[in-house]
């Protein structure tokens, strides 16, 4: 009888005889997602899938349920203080955070101080005028 091999089942082994493996699933990124209030700050760290987007880990995250009064809607969010999309994929170690509303305009404040200062004379207390000293008489 002669032996007959079936050549559509394929060889796995390897020439130093292990099994090679199946292929790895893509390994996951690590990711934070950030949020702060005046008195409170919090940073979740997460495992996500390649490809994740912004917003899709911050609803991983569960951020939202923590802090209610954040609208993805409203509230602007970013990655490492720069503004991003919602949809913008995610590389690893980047930093989700999202933004509050400011409570006074930076720049509006600024311009009410430099206002301010314009109407106080520089050095302005008694005697600014003479330098601030008596003059002794000689004699």
């Known amino acids: 009888m002669s032996s007959v091999v079936d050549e559509s089942v394929m060889d796995t082994s390897r020439q130093d005889g292990a099994m090679e493996s199946e292929p790895a699933a893509p390994k996951k990124i690590h990711v934070e997602v950030a949020y702060a209030l005046p008195d409170r ?18 609803a991983l995250s569960g951020i939202v349920e923590q802090f209610p009064g954040i609208d993805l809607d409203v509230d602007k969010v970013g990655i490492f203080s720069k503004l991003s999309k919602r949809n913008a994929v995610l590389r690893e170690h980047d930093r989700v955070e999202i933004y509050r509303k400011l409570i006074a305009d930076p720049k509006k404040v600024r311009k009410e101080r430099a206002a301010q200062g314009k109407k106080m004379k520089k050095g302005g207390g008694e005697g600014a005028e003479t330098g601030g000293g008596e003059e002794v008489e000689k004699g």
């Not at 700050?41 to 899709?56: A, D, K």
């Open 41 to 58: 700050q919090v940073i979740i760290p997460l495992e996500v899938e390649p490809g994740t987007t912004l917003e899709q880990a911050v």
